[in-house]
């Protein structure tokens, strides 16, 4: 079964700084896609950035990149200029597609709080 | 974008009473659904996938009977709890596949469920 690690329950940062976000996850499978959802105290869901397995180029979104490693099973996120409106969990998600069947799993989240 | 339209945003109900939650899709068909299930600082919790058309599938330790889907249509797909206690008490969301790009999920914004 696929598990989804983020080993960092919470984390701040200064405004207009950088913050790295990390996240491991666990597979045998070789396509398989990757995602960073924010849930703000709205607490909707918003699907910050993705990245598929088979391109070994990082996905970018703005202020918000990714350093996927593969062979290490690694998917970190980084915000730069870190916005107060950032504040949020974060969500790490791996999802595979095999045999008709898809399916999240997500890891159990990263409280993210910006300070002016 | 696509959107998910999920209703009731809140609902407070009586211990025994059977609770629907609605979601739709706007502007776009949505052959699967997942509906999830958040309990207070924790993640997303996968229930059930739903395809329109068919039986929806369960994730283990998921109570068929007590947890009802519905998938009648392509924009449209319902969970209802029934005969709810306290321990139903919870944030539940709804997602769907959302077309343009691979693998693109959108949320619906979840419905908090008091059962008193």
């Known amino acids: 079964a696929q598990t989804v690690t983020q080993s960092q329950p919470e984390m701040s940062v200064q405004e207009a700084e950088t913050v790295t976000l990390s996240c491991t996850y666990d597979?045998?499978?070789?396509?398989?896609?990757l995602f960073w959802y924010k849930q703000p105290p709205s607490r909707q869901m918003i699907l910050v950035i993705r990245q598929e397995a088979y391109k070994q180029q990082n996905a970018t979104e703005n202020r918000f990149s990714v350093n996927f490693q593969k062979a290490a099973k690694s998917f970190s996120l980084k915000i730069s200029d870190s916005q107060l409106g950032d504040t949020a969990m974060y969500f790490c998600?791996?999802?595979?597609?095999?045999?008709?069947?898809?399916?999240?799993?997500f890891g159990k989240g990263t409280k993210l709080t910006v300070n002016p | 974008g696509a959107v998910v339209s999920q209703h009731p945003s809140r609902v407070i109900c009586k211990s025994g009473t059977s609770v629907k939650i609605e979601c739709r899709s706007l502007?776009?068909?949505?052959?699967?659904m997942f509906w999830y299930r958040q309990f207070p600082k924790q993640s997303l919790m996968l229930m059930a996938t739903?395809?329109?058309?068919?039986?929806?599938?369960?994730e283990q330790g998921v109570e068929k009977d007590k947890f009802l889907i519905n998938h009648a249509s392509l924009t449209l797909s319902t969970l209802t709890v029934t005969s709810a206690h306290p321990e139903d008490s919870s944030f539940y969301i709804c997602s769907a596949d959302s077309p343009g790009t691979p693998y693109g999920y959108t949320f619906g914004s979840g419905t908090r469920l008091t059962v008193v």
């Open positions: 502007d776009f068909q949505a052959t699967t």
């Open positions: 739903s395809n329109e058309g068919s039986k929806a599938t369960y």
């Open positions: 998600a791996f999802m595979s597609y095999q045999g008709g069947s898809e399916k999240l799993v």
């Open positions: 597979t045998s499978e070789n396509n398989y896609y």
